[in-house]
């Protein structure tokens, strides 16, 4: 049996694909193969010239948006625009993250910032486009987890890390936050009988330029 490979993703002409952090590593590789399936899709992303020159190589039926994951403001503001030009949305792929491997950051809003960039800031996208989604005939909203979510646990006595703050432990938090909410949005979703599917993914070790949301090194071995 042969493994699966991007030849056989469906034509996706006349649909709507997003993917946020699309202009690297995995990212850029799902916006490629979607654009050379025929979709149009939004490369949502928080350095737009890097989105660019994604876009230009890319080629395709693309077009960038400027998207900082890391304040709710920004996230409600691109959630509001992009909704109104795109009415209907086929896929929204919550792709993008950071790892930060040194001291404790935090967000605009003040939350641990692996936490606020790799699951808050995906949640409220995903919240502000279901009605969008909804448009679709079957819609997917599609999140990366991590195997890192196994040794992870949510402490809601101090779910932001404030004391004894550990990098690594944050950012499997974040993902096994990131995992509760794709589970839980599919049984919502099946339960209030709506055709959008929710799915997760576990890309594996993968060789991307993941770095911190300030630009420091976190590792060239970016997501796992």
């Known amino acids: 049996m ?9 034509d996706q002409h006349g649909k709507v694909a997003v993917v946020t952090g699309a202009n690297s590593g995995l990212g850029l590789v799902t916006a ?3 654009a050379r399936h025929g979709a149009h899709v939004v490369l949502a992303v928080r350095n737009t ?25 920004a996230v409600r503001g691109f959630a509001s625009k992009l909704a109104a030009d795109h009415p ?8 993008a993250g950071v790892v930060l491997l040194g001291p404790r950051r935090t967000s605009a809003d003040g939350f641990e910032l692996q936490f606020a960039t790799n699951m808050l800031g995906h949640f409220a996208l ?38 004894d703050y550990r990098a690594a432990s944050a950012y499997g938090r974040s993902k096994l936050a990131t995992t509760i909410f794709g589970l839980e949005l599919d049984r919502r979703l099946r339960a209030a009988g709506s055709p ?15 770095m911190g949301a300030t630009g420091s090194a976190a590792g060239r071995l970016g997501a796992w």
């Open 32 to 34: 490629t193969e979607l």
């Open 126 to 163: 995903t919240g502000l486009l279901l009605g969008n989604l909804a448009a679709a005939r079957r819609a997917r909203v599609v999140s990366l987890s991590s195997i890192t979510h196994k040794n992870a646990h949510l402490d809601f006595d101090d779910l932001m890390f404030e004391r």
């Open 88 to 95: 209907v949305i086929d896929l929204l792929v919550n792709n």
């Open 49 to 73: 010239a890097a989105g660019q020159e994604a876009a230009r190589r890319i080629g395709g039926d693309v077009e960038v948006r400027e998207l900082d994951l890391a304040s709710l403001d």
């Open 196 to 210: 959008i599917v929710s799915a997760l993914a576990h890309p594996g070790l993968t060789r991307t330029n993941l």
């Open 2 to 10: 042969t493994g699966w490979t991007a030849d056989r993703i469906p």
